[in-house]
Each structure stands twice: as structure tokens, then as C-alpha cells.
T-cell receptor
Framework: ETGVTQTPRHLVMGMTNKKSLKCEQHLGHNAMYWYKQSAKKPLELMFVYSLEERVENNSVPSRFSPECPNSSHLFLHLHTLQPEDSALYLC???????????????FGPGTRLTVL | AQSVSQHNHHVILSEAASLELGCNYSYGGTVNLFWYVQYPGQHLQLLLKYFSGDPLVKGIKGFEAEFIKSKFSFNLRKPSVQWSDTAEYFCAVILSGGYNKLIFGAGTRLAVHP
């Protein structure tokens, strides 16, 4: 049990669908992250939220839209995705270092996304 | 731009063999360093981390890593691997100061044969 949960674990969607990925952390952290893990590529940071404020957007296409309603929940809204967006999407949380945290990030199990 | 290089993409060992996985980063300032492991079908887990102090850090399951600042390296070692160490290993760096932007290496897949 990592303390970071993600739903759904698997998702298949068409290019015209709209879906959302959900992440919840039970660790009392104040920062949350979305990463993309594709085959044969390093994990790519997509978004960083600290105290519900987006502080990093790593040149991610607008078809990915994050939402952080509170420090425990993070969503990734998906619309008009492309087949190359198929990947494992990982959520992580940490205690923000600028507020005394020590940078260690805890990861969820990921959502395996397939875009047809 | 900052980057992390892992020299070996695939490593195959027999049980009881010694392991060393290379990791180099490109950044001249203060860094925090991590090794994460991803067992088949499981989530990323932290193996060990270095923030400051003794450059030889010990992690879970008998793993250790040595930070050599002059070489910008943070190699992972284990004296005797087990079949259960079969997994993918990721080196990662956070630049000290600023927000927690973890920069990952491409990963090394380790297969340990009985």
C-alpha cells in the first residue's frame, strides 16, 4: 500500500472520447504530480501542483487538462487523444520542499491508457 | 538542460552475482539523488536516497549507492542479487531549491536467473 491510489487502473478510449483519471493521496502531502511513462522512454513529468496551485506545466498538449481541487486529489482530464498518448500515467505526491519537505515522491500504481 | 543517464538498458545476471548499475547526471549545483525500483506489475518504490552527509547510502533489500560528486555519479550496487531483484531500476535527480521536479533516467531492466 503506497498511500497513493489511482483509478481506473486500465482505460481504453477512442480518440473522440472524454475521460478522466483520478489520483488520491492519503499521506498528508501538499504537492502532487502527473507523469507519463512510455515504453523505452524516461518518465516524463507532465504537471506539478503545490498547495492546489499549478507550478509546472511541462509543455503538455492542451488535450491533457489537470485539476487539483484540494491537496489530496488530482485529476487528469483527457479529450481528443491520439494513439501516441497510449502510456502508463503515474501520479505521485510529496511534501513540497519549499515548505520544509524532503523531496521524496511517493507513486501510485498508474493508469494504463490505450487510445484506439 | 539537466539530464540523467543510465548506461545499461538491460542487464542479465545469475543469482549471487554482484550488481552495479551506473547513473550519471548533468548539473553543477546541489542535487538530491534517488534510485527507484519497479517490480513487474507493481508501482514505483523508493530504494534509497541521498540528500547530504555520508556519500555511501544504504537502502532497502541490501542495496546501496555511492554519490561521487566529482564524477556526477550515483551508482547502485548490491553484492549478491536474488531472483526477486528482477525489476526495472530508475535513477532520478531533483535540483535542490525550487519545486520538486524529478528528472528520471531511462531505466535499466534487470533480469536475474536462478
Amino acid at each position: 500500500e503506497t498511500g497513493v491510489t489511482q483509478t481506473p487502473r486500465h482505460l481504453v478510449m477512442g480518440m473522440t472520447n472524454k475521460k478522466s483519471l483520478k489520483c488520491e493521496q492519503h499521506l498528508g502531502h501538499n504537492a502532487m504530480y502527473w507523469y507519463k511513462q512510455s515504453a523505452k522512454k524516461p518518465l516524463e513529468l507532465m504537471f506539478v501542483y503545490s498547495l492546489e496551485e499549478r507550478v509546472e506545466n511541462n509543455s503538455v498538449p492542451s488535450r491533457f487538462s489537470p485539476e487539483c481541487p484540494n491537496s489530496s486529489h488530482l485529476f487528469l482530464h483527457l479529450h481528443t487523444l491520439q494513439p501516441e498518448d497510449s502510456a502508463l500515467y503515474l501520479c505521485a505526491s510529496s511534501q513540497d520542499q519549499q515548505r520544509g519537505g524532503r523531496n521524496e515522491q511517493f507513486f501510485g500504481p498508474g493508469t494504463r491508457l490505450t487510445v484506439l | 538542460a539537466q539530464s540523467v543517464s543510465q548506461h545499461n538498458h538491460h542487464v542479465i545476471l545469475s543469482e549471487a552475482a554482484s550488481l552495479e548499475l551506473g547513473c550519471n547526471y548533468s548539473y553543477g549545483g546541489t542535487v538530491n539523488l534517488f534510485w527507484y525500483v519497479q517490480y513487474p506489475g507493481q508501482h514505483l518504490q523508493l530504494l534509497l536516497k541521498y540528500f547530504s552527509g555520508d556519500p555511501l547510502v544504504k537502502g532497502i533489500k541490501g542495496f546501496e549507492a555511492e554519490f561521487i560528486k566529482s564524477k556526477f555519479s550515483f551508482n547502485l550496487r548490491k553484492p549478491s542479487v536474488q531472483w526477486s531483484d528482477t525489476a526495472e531500476y530508475f535513477c532520478a535527480v531533483i535540483l535542490s531549491g525550487g519545486y520538486n521536479k524529478l528528472i528520471f533516467g531511462a531505466g535499466t531492466r534487470l533480469a536475474v536467473h536462478p
